[in-house]
């Protein structure tokens, strides 16, 4: 099993940044992958983002590309999600997420362990 806690989200203006945090309990294998999801007010959960734990290869979605980085710190078994020039559109509810084996998938089915949310609010 693994839990999975968010943190670090809140109020910024358009063009601002915000850095979230999901600190991962539990077993961490090499081979598994981590990852963030979002979802706005009225739409569907949106893949944002994964990392391989082990190898370090990501995938972004193509709406987050050149603005978001995703990172982790392998010893503190934590998973960083950088937000650069954020657009009032960023506005999400953004989950952490984790599956065992390494791929890089974009579907809310690919992950087996979610974390409850951080909410992140981007004004014009």
């Known amino acids: 099993q693994v839990q999975l806690v968010e943190s670090g989200g809140g109020l910024v203006q358009a063009g601002g940044s915000l850095r979230l945090s999901c600190a991962a309990s539990g077993r961490i294998y090499d081979s598994d992958t981590m990852g963030w999801f979002r979802q706005a007010p009225g739409k569907e959960r949106e893949f944002v983002a994964a990392?391989?734990?082990?190898?370090?290869?990501?995938r972004y979605g193509d709406p987050v590309k050149g603005r978001f980085t995703i990172s982790t710190n392998n010893a503190h078994n934590t998973v960083y999600l950088q937000m650069n020039n954020l657009k009032p559109e960023d506005t999400a509810v953004y989950y952490c997420?984790?599956?065992?084996?390494?791929?890089?998938?974009?579907?809310?089915?690919?992950?087996?362990?979610w974390g409850q949310g951080t909410k992140a609010t981007v004004s014009s």
């Open positions: 997420v984790a599956r065992r084996y390494s791929y890089l998938g974009v579907h809310v089915a690919d992950y087996n362990y």
């Open positions: 990392i391989l734990w082990s190898a370090g290869t990501t």
